[in-house]
């Protein structure tokens, strides 16, 4: 049976660590924002062991303190942890290629994460079978590949994580799309969609298009769920990437049968200065799936330093101000290392 809010509320969870949850996809950091997130210590490069197989992974470290304003009365709350793995090994051989990658949150036991083949059909098309991560969302799932440290989404979000299924993708100089049969678009937990048919398949799909330093983003879900409610996503960004700064915009209207729908948005603007960066992000948004009319408005500023190819470092401050959600405002203060290779 499909949770409607569980795997999205985890997501949250551990990249806020205290607010209400593939590289998430290599194709989503494309043109120039690839080498910028390179230059800021996001993202993460393969290691050959030879022409066949490779391996890839990282480690993040996040010191965070919080604080949450209900009724008047402010809690506070301080971590320190290393709060994620991950290690990927990746075969290829003449048409096929396959990835299993092994990965951890700080308060779960390490799962396998990514575990799927992909044959090359030739001239941009390629078929997947397995369990792997879905198309929707901006931001990334992989920590190395923030960048900020929190979700932009503060309520129950929208975006899904993994499942299992199969998949046609297709890509040429300019457009690329995809089209995901699956065992369901969200499941009981981050890492895997339900594993039952009986009760509805999910359905994804996306396009995108790039000219220039300009990429669009077009992408809906459809989770059907005999025994709840179906859920219908419809996510879209952009991004405009000129010289050393990026720009980009999100809205994401997700709708739950019989629950209630909501939707959020952000803006997002980045500009690289040699080892250093700095990301400045607006976002907001209503979620009837939460409580009545919940909404929230999130202000968040987030430098990023390159110590070496290998090491770097986020930090992160953000506002929430939060309405008809049993919360007042809450605030967010958090440093992150990360290592990859």
Not at 78 to 92: I, N, R
Request: proline share 2%.
């Amino acid at each position: 049976m499909r949770f409607v809010n569980f795997a999205r509320r985890i997501r949250s969870k551990y990249l806020t660590k205290t607010e209400i949850t593939m590289n998430k996809h290599t194709h989503k950091l494309a043109g120039g924002i690839a080498a910028l997130l390179a230059m800021t210590a996001v993202g993460f490069a393969d290691v050959k062991i030879n022409d066949t197989i490779s391996v890839s992974g990282y480690v993040t470290g996040t010191a965070a303190r919080s604080a949450i304003d209900t009724a008047g009365v402010r809690t506070n709350s301080s971590t320190m942890d290393v709060d994620s793995f991950k290690l990927s090994g990746m075969v290829s051989l003449d048409k096929v290629s396959g990835t299993v990658s092994l990965h951890s949150f700080a308060s779960y036991d390490p799962v396998v994460l990514d575990a799927y083949a992909t044959y090359n059909a030739g001239n941009g098309s390629s078929v997947t079978v397995g369990k792997f991560l879905s198309y929707l969302g901006f931001e990334a799932f992989d920590y190395p590949n923030m960048l900020q440290i929190s979700y932009a989404n503060s309520l129950a979000a929208f975006i899904p994580a993994y499942h299992s299924g199969v998949r046609y993708d297709y890509s040429s100089d300019g457009f690329s799309g995809g089209v995901a049969v699956l065992d369901s678009v969200y499941g009981p937990t981050y890492y895997e969609g339900d594993h039952d048919l009986t009760n509805g398949a999910g359905f994804e799909a996306y396009i995108k298009f790039t000219s220039g330093g300009w990429t669009t983003f077009l992408a809906a879900a459809l989770d059907k769920d005999n025994l709840t409610s179906d859920q219908t996503t419809y996510d879209i960004w952009t991004q405009y990437v000129i010289n050393k700064t990026t720009l980009a915009a999100e809205y994401c209207y997700s709708d739950v049968d019989g629950v209630g729908d909501g939707y959020f948005w952000l803006l997002l603007a980045m500009q690289s200065f040699d080892k250093w960066s700095l990301t400045g992000r607006l976002s907001g948004g209503v979620d009837d799936t939460f409580a009545p009319n919940a909404k929230f408005t999130k202000y968040t500023i987030s430098p990023a330093f390159t110590l070496t190819d290998n090491l770097g470092f986020l930090f992160e401050y953000s506002w929430i101000d939060y309405k008809n959600t049993g919360f007042d405002n809450g605030s967010y203060l958090a440093a992150q290392f990360v290592f990859k290779f």
